[in-house]
């Protein structure tokens, strides 16, 4: 019954998202460069203490009312974008976070980034205004709390996906560092048992963190072993170009293209980070609701970056490859993933697959 409303609901999403994204490319035109996926720290305080992680050790300033985040969502919505993701730090921490995605709801996709601890406590507050969830798991059990520096984090996560399941659609968020290139095929084990999708991200080694990103052939190999996971039907949500494109780029000589203006990331005072997430570690400049970012966009220096390849994040790379005319990606991005929903996200769990 939860999994037919989830359906429902996402047959639903996916027209409203078209839709949304039409309406804003016409609204602004429809040429020269726009940012079309957002994402915004809403604090960098966190509950956690990993390793490999830069944000939980900074100092928020006085971080954005309700009403700021409004005027925030306001700006980012007329420059073009379409889906927002909130994260932080830790964003559950912030106890207006039921009103802030109440406000981003009805005009973006709106989504979450969390590590669960505190998921199962404030997932009825929240699940009304969420399009989708990440909980971010590493590695299983032990090895997940080494590297998130708190015991019990792994439980604490698995039981906040467990809660989740069946009001959002959820999918673990795993982040490949050196210490956990073994656990690939684990995470998709879980991710297949719990009955949710799982996504993977490479590690990046910012100055301020551990310097744990994955690099030699073993990363080659689980990049390799994800591919082939893919193909047979594992819940993997990035695409085939995604593991192809970091292989070619890093192993082959053959870098990808990014485009990091496809997407805008939105510090927690507001400010823009340009170029991108990154190599900025996260700095930002001016606030998004003082700026004409169409202007921006289209002025600011973007060549340099094009060739750069230095990280292999998701929510850079990904809308980087995209392209309208490329059949398997159109398979991969709008149909698989709506085919995938009938099947993830059930409340029960489920044998792994051998
Ligand atoms: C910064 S956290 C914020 C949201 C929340 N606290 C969480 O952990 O999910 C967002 C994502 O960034 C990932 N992350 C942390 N350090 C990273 C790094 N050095 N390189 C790439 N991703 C990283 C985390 O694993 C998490 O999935
Ligand atoms: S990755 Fe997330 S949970 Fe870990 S310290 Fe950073 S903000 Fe906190
Ligand atoms: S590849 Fe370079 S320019 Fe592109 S998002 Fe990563 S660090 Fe930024």
Redesign the pocket.
């Known amino acids: 019954m939860e999994s037919k409303r989830l359906v429902t609901r996402d047959m639903g999403l996916v027209r409203s998202v078209f839709l949304r994204s039409l309406w804003r490319t016409v609204q602004r035109g429809g040429s020269g460069k726009a940012p079309v996926i957002a994402g915004h720290k809403l604090l960098y305080r966190?509950n956690?203490?990993?390793a490999m992680?830069p944000?939980?050790r900074r100092k928020d300033e006085n971080l954005l009312s309700v009403d700021d985040e409004v005027r925030m969502m306001k700006a980012v919505a007329r420059a073009g974008v379409s889906f927002l993701g909130f994260e932080?730090?830790?964003p559950l921490l912030r106890p207006d976070l039921p009103q802030i995605l109440a406000e981003s709801h009805p005009r973006f996709h709106t989504s979450l980034v969390t590590?669960g601890w505190l998921l199962s406590n404030r997932i009825r507050e929240i699940a009304p205004y969420l399009d989708m969830v990440f909980v971010?798991l590493d590695g299983i059990g032990d090895l997940h709390d080494r590297l998130?520096g708190i015991p019990g984090s792994f439980d604490r996560a698995v039981e906040g996906i467990r809660s989740t399941r069946g009001l959002v659609p959820v999918a673990i968020n795993s982040t490949i560092t050196n210490e956990t290139l073994d656990e690939a095929e684990k995470m998709v084990a879980l991710a297949q048992r719990l009955g949710v999708g799982v996504t993977f991200q490479v590690a990046y080694n910012y100055s301020a963190a551990e310097s744990l990103a994955p690099v030699g052939q073993k990363l080659r190999g689980t990049l390799e072993r994800l591919i082939v996971l893919k193909e047979k039907g594992a819940p993997i949500i990035e695409s085939r170009e995604y593991f192809t494109s970091v292989i070619d780029g890093w192993f082959r000589d053959t870098p990808w293209r990014c485009k990091p203006w496809m997407t805008m990331n939105v510090d927690p005072q507001g400010r823009i980070v340009l170029p991108c997430y990154t190599l900025r570690e996260y700095g930002g400049g001016d606030r998004v609701w003082d700026v004409d970012v169409r202007k921006l966009w289209n002025t600011f220096e973007w060549d340099p970056y094009e060739r750069c390849n230095k990280c292999a994040l998701a929510c850079y790379l990904e809308p980087s490859l995209f392209r309208w005319t490329n059949p398997t990606m159109l398979r991969e991005r709008i149909l698989d993933p709506i085919v995938a929903y009938l099947d993830w996200n059930v409340e029960a769990e489920r044998p792994v697959p051998a």
């Open positions: 966190c956690l203490e990993c992680c944000f939980w932080g730090g830790e590590n971010s998130r």
